[in-house]
């Protein structure tokens, strides 16, 4: 998928007699091959928007098109599919499955998917890409916090997702660690060709992104491109 438009998009939670509208009336167009970091304050709706993008979740109203198609409105099998060839998914927190090694946690999406490469020699790559060809048959508890991140980063691309959502990828690390995960995400859209979106709290990360969109109570309040670089 080249494009993404999102179209008076709503998302709202419905609790036990309460209702929180997450995202009111977003609209919004993402372009293959940007690098755009999605900022605000806790609670503004930040991951919400990531997890509808990530064909996660459906809106409650309005439209997400990707390449002027509508996903959300077809089977589960075929939502699947699409999510499987098209979006990969970073977290804070890794997720990795810790009785599997890191070569395991990154054939782990290759599961039971026919695929036109060779799974294994595949991980293998992935894992050299992010900087972690010595560590493959390493359980996530022997790894540091920006090893297991790159883990996650090489299982998020082991299937070539052209869109790399990643949500406070650097949250539950050390600066200067946060900082080479940064790299590495950049390298990756501006080496591979990959398109990235990714929340952060950290001005500095944001700052050198070509485009920064910034939410607040569930509202695009600003929407700036850059001319990025670093
Ligand atoms: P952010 O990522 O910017 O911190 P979120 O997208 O997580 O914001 O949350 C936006 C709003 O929606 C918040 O008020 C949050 O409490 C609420 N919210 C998020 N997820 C749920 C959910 N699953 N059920 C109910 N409310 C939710
Ligand atoms: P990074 O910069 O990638 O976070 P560190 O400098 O923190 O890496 O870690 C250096 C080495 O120490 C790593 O190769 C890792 O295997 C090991 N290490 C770090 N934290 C732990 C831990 N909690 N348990 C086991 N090994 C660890």
Redesign the pocket.
Known sequence: VTEIQLIGVNKEYKGDGTVTDALKDIHLNFHQQEFTAIVGPSGSGKSTLLNLIGTLDKPSSGKILYNKEEIMNKGANKIADFRFSNIGFIFQQFHLLPTLTALENVLSPLFSRRVSFNKKERAQEVLKRVGLAN?MD?LP???????QQ?VAIARAIVHKPSWLLADEPTGN??T??GK?IYELLKELNEQDGCSVLFVTHDPNLAANANRIITIKDGTVISDECQGGGT
């Open positions: 560590k390493a508890s022997q790894l540091s916090g920006g090893e790159r690390l050390d200067e660690t080479r």
